[in-house]
């Protein structure tokens, strides 16, 4: 084949691939390359493969054609979109940092690495990219919308509808856009005029998570409005949109399942008395429960007393979970090694959480927050001999729900929301778990109800209180008002910032039939937790 014989056989597949026929355009490309490693035929059919939801083929060829144009920033950049939609939110901020070092001025990578930033928690960063973005291409309507959006996370309402505001004259059709709109739609109270706007975008060609995240909100509206049926189909639309996502880099292990029945296979023998904690390591106070059971809501009135400070979900115990809860024989080492023996852990753990405090803790308290430690109470128990918990307590029967109602990022613990069933069926390995561990952790686990929470917040307060050994300060009743200056890493900061409210008790008795497939699974735990 000739030189131009191939660049027209090239152009004619990149008009298949601007056309949308991704197929025949992913064909043209295979002939191409049986003729000659093009990095151009690599780069198109890289696009294809990305297209196609097939990331780690995407991501195989884009090097290909890196190593053969290493110096081409947009391969670079869409090696970063290839990345990002596999979540491996290293690899793609490499990519798209490599690409702003080939081509510095192009709005776009910065508008891509914004979430990339955000995603790994770092929104002082996203807030610069997406700026970034908007200094170079005034008109980009996405990067005032992404720009809105973490406004709107950020709960500052005003200057997230304003820059909303500006992107949709930049273009009515911005999804970014329109999906924030909705949001502050939502929080207004403007429900039938949100599932309206929503509506009309799921209509469009979407991408998964934005196709999942639009219909979780039309979802909300439709429960404000009190359409269930409505409702729930629309979450089912959300889940469906991320039940073909690449999976593969989420496989750690240590949130699984099928990590949470072996450890619930070993708890008794874990949780025996295994002598007094290390004379010179203190030991942390760990919040745990399961998502969606009231967890951010008692971080946001723990972290009002000035004698305690809340490390939100930083995950401070991987490391040593990941090794420990591995395998049956790692769990049946571990039964019999005495506290002593991680003295070296316990001290790198404390110098763990200096660093993500940023700040000497000083005689203040640590609150370590982090829900899913609930099914590696047993292993804390082995590490910690110390170790108090505030373990948050729901009805299950909500928990499960609300879980499978909300678009969470993608992990390896919320890759089981993507179903009714798989939600119901993790909640249970999960509190398998906790069952077995809260009898025999006694006095060193306090137990608190969102629904007593609720009820008397004073009175529950001054409880948490007196379990934690602090004096009573009037300011975690006004733990709300100190929550709009914080960045609240879960899908409750919208809900945190307002008084406490009572709408979302007993929800599921609205959804009893489309849950009627799991209550018999989740009635052991509705009794355990006296919700019977």
């Not at 596999?86 to 798209?96: K, L, T």
């Not at 401070?316 to 090794?323: A, D, N, V």
Request: glycine residues 4%.
């Amino acid at each position: 084949m000739t030189p131009a014989q191939f660049r027209r056989q090239l152009d004619e597949a990149v008009s298949f691939f601007n056309r949308g026929d991704t197929a025949a355009a992913e064909q043209r490309c295979h002939q191409l390359l049986a003729s000659a490693r093009s990095p151009d035929a690599l780069h198109l059919l890289g696009l294809c493969l990305l297209r196609t939801d097939r990331t780690q083929a995407a991501i195989e060829s884009l090097r290909e054609a890196i190593r053969l144009a290493p110096d081409n920033a947009q391969l670079q950049h869409d090696l970063g979109r290839a990345h990002s939609a596999r979540g491996d939110w290293r690899a793609a901020a490499e990519a798209y940092l490599r690409a702003i070092d080939l081509r510095p001025d192009y709005a776009e990578t910065y508008l891509y690495l914004g979430p990339v930033y955000e995603q790994v928690g770092d929104t002082a960063t996203a807030e610069r990219a997406y700026r970034r973005a908007l200094e170079l291409d005034p008109r980009l309507a996405t990067a005032a919308a992404s720009l809105a959006a973490l406004y709107e996370k950020q709960n500052c309402l005003e200057e997230a509808q304003q820059l909303t505001t500006d992107a949709l004259k930049l273009d009515p059709q911005d999804t970014v856009a329109n999906l924030t709109q909705a949001q502050l739609q939502i929080r207004a109270g403007c429900d039938a005029e949100a599932a309206e706007r929503l509506k009309t975008l799921l209509q469009q060609p979407l991408s998964p998570w934005n196709r999942a995240i639009a219909a979780s909100r039309l979802g909300t509206a439709y429960d404000k409005l009190d359409d269930t049926e409505q409702a729930f189909a629309a979450f089912i639309v959300g889940k469906d949109a991320l039940r073909n996502a690449d999976l593969s880099t989420l496989e750690t292990g240590v949130y699984s399942r099928e990590t949470a029945m072996r450890i619930s296979r070993h708890a008794e023998k874990l949780l025996e008395t295994v002598g007094p904690a290390p004379g010179n390591t203190p030991a942390p106070v760990f919040l745990v429960g399961f998502p969606r059971s009231g967890t951010t809501l008692l971080d946001q009135i723990l972290s009002s007393h000035p004698r305690l400070r809340v490390l939100e979900e930083k995950d401070t115990l991987l490391e040593l979970l990941r090794i420990w809860s591995a395998s049956d024989a790692k769990l049946t080492q571990l039964e019999t090694m005495p506290s002593a023996a991680f003295e070296n852990e316990q001290q790198a753990y404390w110098k763990r959480v200096q660093a993500q405090l940023g700040e000497p803790l000083g005689d203040r308290i640590l609150v370590d927050k982090l829900p899913l430690y609930s099914q590696n109470l047993p292993l804390i128990h082995r590490f910690f001999p110390g170790a108090r918990y505030l373990f948050a307590v729901r009805d299950p029967r909500d928990v499960v729900l609300s879980c499978f109602m909300h678009s969470f990022g993608l992990n390896e613990a919320m890759r089981h929301f993507l179903t009714l069933e798989g939600t119901a069926d993790y909640y249970a390995a999960v509190m398998d778990v906790a069952v077995k561990s809260l009898p025999r952790l006694g006095a060193s686990a306090y137990r608190l109800r969102y629904e007593d929470l609720v009820d008397d917040l004073e009175k529950e307060a001054r409880r948490l209180c007196e379990f934690l050994g602090v004096p009573w300060d009037e300011a975690m009743l006004h733990s709300h008002d100190k929550a709009k200056g914080r960045r609240i890493n879960t899908p409750s900061y919208h809900q945190v910032v307002q008084p406490v409210y009572r709408t979302a008790l007993e929800r599921w008795r609205r959804y009893a039939t489309p849950l009627a497939p799991v209550l018999a699974r989740l009635q052991p735990y509705v009794e355990f937790f006296g919700y019977a």
